[in-house]
C-alpha cells in the first residue's frame, strides 16, 4: 500500500534549554512518496565525521552508536513509536507535521536525512564535541547543517543509554522534527529520545538477544 503525503511545512521553533537547543527555521515543501515497508527495514549508525572525541569520551559515544542500532531496529521500537500515545491518550505526537505514528516510523527508519536524501539507510552523524561549562545548552544544530554540537559540561556525564537517546534527539531534528520548546516531551525528538533511551536501558540490564 502506498500513500502520498504532501504537505507545505513553515515552522520556526526556539528553545533555549532542552535535551537538545535548537533555534531551528525550515520552509521546505516536501512531496515524496512514502511506500509501507514490505520486509523490515534495516538502519545503520554510522559516524561521517567526529571532532573532539577521543579515549573514554569516544568508546562511550561508541557504544552509544551500537545500543542506538541495536534498539531502533528492534520490533519492540516500532511497537513503541507506532502506538505512542501523548500525554492527552491520543495516539500521535506533538509537532508531527501532520504525520502519522506509521509515518513518521516510516521516515525515521527510511533514514534520509533533509539535508542527505540519498542515504537511504543511515543514521549519519557528523558530531562536534565542545566544552562550554558556562553554558546550559546540552547540544545544539540547525537545519542548515548535518553538524550536531554535544556540550562536554553534559556529555562527560552522560551514560551510554543518554548518549544514544541524545543522538537519537538530535538525529530526529536531522529528518525534519522539531519541538515548540524544550518542555514538548511527546514531540518526535523527545518521545523517540526517551523511547531510545528506555530500550538501551533495558538491553544493557538484559544483555543478550531480548528483542
Ligand atoms: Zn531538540
Excluded at 521516515?107 to 539507510?121: A, H, K, S, W, Y
Aim: charged residues 25%.
Amino acid at each position: 500500500m502506498k500513500k502520498w503525503i504532501f504537505s507545505i511545512i513553515t515552522f520556526s521553533l526556539f528553545s533555549n534549554e532542552c535535551l537538545s537547543s535548537i533555534l531551528f527555521k525550515w520552509d521546505q515543501v516536501h512531496h515524496e512518496e512514502v511506500s509501507s515497508f514490505l520486509g523490515a527495514p534495516y538502519l545503520k549508525v554510522k559516524s561521517m565525521s567526529l571532532e573532539g572525541f577521543n579515549g573514554l569520551s569516544l568508546q562511550k559515544l561508541q557504544s552509544g552508536f551500537s545500543f542506538m542500532e541495536k534498539v531502533i531496529n528492534s520490533e519492540e521500537f516500532r511497537s513503541r513509536v507506532i502506538n505512542f500515545k501523548n500525554k492527552r491518550g491520543e495516539r500521535k505526537f506533538e509537532s508531527n507535521r501532520g504525520l502519522s505514528n506509521e509515518e513518521i516510523y516510516e521516515i525515521f527508519m527510511e533514514g534520509r536525512e533533509v539535508l542527505q536524501m540519498d542515504t537511504p539507510g543511515e543514521v549519519n552523524l557528523f558530531l562536534k564535541l565542545y566544552d562550554n561549562p558556562m553554558s546550559r545548552v546540552i547540544g545544539y544544530t540547525n537545519s542548515k547543517t548535518n553538524l550536531i554540537n554535544i556540550n562536554w559540561k553534559y556529555f562527560k556525564h552522560f551514560k551510554i543509554h543518554e548518549v544514544a537517546a541524545n543522538l537519537t534527539h538530535e538525529w530526529t531534528h536531522k529528518l525534519g522534527f522539531g519541538h515548540t520548546s524544550a518542555k514538548e516531551h511527546d514531540s518526535v525528538p523527545y518521545a523517540i529520545g526517551y523511547i531510545v533511551r528506555d530500550l538501551v536501558l533495558n538491553s544493557m540490564n538484559h544483555p543478550g538477544p531480548i528483542f
